[in-house]
């Protein structure tokens, strides 16, 4: 029979790495072709890996929680035909099979070693007890010239004290404070004050795996950017009314729902290209000007948590493409069937808060990108309209926008004019649009 070695698979564009979570098989397992054996994370999504090939497992090369690298190999198989009535295991008894037949630890680092920044020559350790760090992370200090043992006494707020990459960004940020520490007993040095803040009592719940990134994510592009909210009103009555009067027969014509979200992709997606140093990304002191527009969308997934798939080059896209693409995207959000492609490379993204019967929001970033636009309930209001022959009292279509955006590179006059533009195209709508 045929070996096989079955490696991890690209899992997007700029993605070289992934964390193993689990392995849905063990040692002696038979596998059809494209059965799931194991399940891989990166920091965007979660990633299930077929089996190449119909056969039996042989070996485990790597353990849950290691970070492995695309392309590297993770198990081997004897390719060959398997019995139908074989039981597939449980997860518990694939992670047992995958620790037992493991054939390369995660590796660790030395708990002591010289400083390379320090001017000391070696200090004990007396920060985090967990000292695997992930190659991202190493790779990063490497380029800012950190020691181990100054990685080792960054606070760490990942699982089971890992470091995690927002971590040692933040500590970069706020001047490096233990770059140049000496050696002192655990119990001295800095401590944060113990407020005795009352949490109240109730039942524990543990974030998921997801909603410990979401609220990372969050905490972080708060600490990187200073963030300015602008607010402006628009009146989408044109808009609501052909929308109104022509979802049935869009849906009719190309079977698929009409939905505000692809007007708004459309709209958005014509006045970032209007504007263009809304689509950048801020690289150290330079600012990266994107070439493609690709609108995220702030989706909510059945389980409560937020992802952003993702429309790619919007502004190159019919209304019609837009429209299947972002139905497809949210049917595949709510089913937890996103690939990292379709969740990676926005440039600017949309929150539809009105989609909760808010009025308005004040979104968070999404890095690196450096504005958000939130779109409140579309809600009908008595306005004055003025006319030539006088002003008159009307029910209109009104809704409110709100755009956050990084101060560091856009300023007022940027952001006020983008959002504005924002809202002229939705109130501008054209009622004689054809599909």
Do not use: C
């Amino acid at each position: 029979m045929k070996e096989i070695e079955i490696k991890l698979p690209k899992m997007g564009e700029s993605i070289e790495e992934g964390t193993i979570i689990s392995w849905s098989v063990a040692v002696g397992d038979e596998v059809e072709q494209d059965q799931t054996i194991l399940e891989v994370a990166t920091d965007k999504v979660d990633s299930e890996v077929p089996a190449p090939a119909t056969g039996t497992i042989t070996q485990l090369l790597v353990e849950p929680d290691q970070v492995v690298k695309v392309g590297q190999v993770i198990a081997k198989m004897q390719a060959g035909e398997v019995k139908a009535s074989k039981e597939k295991p449980t997860p518990s008894a694939s992670k047992d099979g995958a620790k037992e037949t493991s054939q390369k630890p995660a590796p660790k680092v030395p708990k002591k070693q010289t400083a390379s920044t320090s001017n000391s020559s070696s200090y004990t350790l007396n920060a985090n007890q967990n000292t695997f760090f992930s190659p991202l992370v190493v790779s990063i200090a490497k380029q800012h010239h950190i020691s181990f043992e100054e990685l080792a006494r960054i606070p760490a707020t990942g699982n089971d004290g890992r470091l995690r990459k927002s971590d040692i960004f933040k500590y970069i940020e706020e001047g490096r404070s233990a770059q140049f520490a000496q050696p002192v007993p655990e119990s001295s040095g800095f401590q944060v004050p113990n407020l005795k803040l009352d949490k109240g009592k109730g039942k524990i719940v543990e974030m998921d795996r997801m909603r410990q990134m979401i609220a990372d994510h969050m905490v972080f592009s708060k600490h990187t950017s200073p963030h300015v909210t602008a607010y402006v009103e628009a009146d989408l009555t044109d808009m609501v009314n052909w929308r109104n009067a022509n979802k049935k027969a869009f849906q009719e014509k190309y079977g698929e729902k009409l939905t505000f979200t692809p007007l708004f992709v459309e709209a958005v997606a014509k006045a970032v290209k209007d504007f263009p140093m809304i689509n950048v990304s801020v690289d150290g002191k330079s600012i990266i000007v994107k070439e493609n527009i690709n609108i995220g969308m702030a989706t909510a997934l059945p389980s409560g948590n937020l992802i952003v798939p993702v429309v790619k080059n919007a502004d190159h896209k019919d209304l019609k493409t837009i429209a299947a693409e972002v139905n497809a995207l949210a049917e595949k959000a709510r089913n937890n069937k996103l690939k990292h492609d379709e969740t990676s490379g926005s440039t600017f993204t949309i929150s539809n808060v009105g989609t909760f019967g808010s009025l308005m929001g004040t979104p968070i970033i999404n890095q690196p990108e450096v504005a958000i636009l939130a779109t409140g309930i579309i809600k009908k209001r008595a306005e004055v309209m003025e006319y030539e022959d006088g002003d008159k009292i009307e029910i209109r279509q009104m809704m409110y926008l709100s755009l956050s955006f990084d101060h560091r590179v856009v300023d007022g006059f940027l952001g006020g004019s983008f959002l504005r533009r924002v809202a002229d195209y939705f109130e501008d709508f054209d009622v004689e649009k054809t599909f």
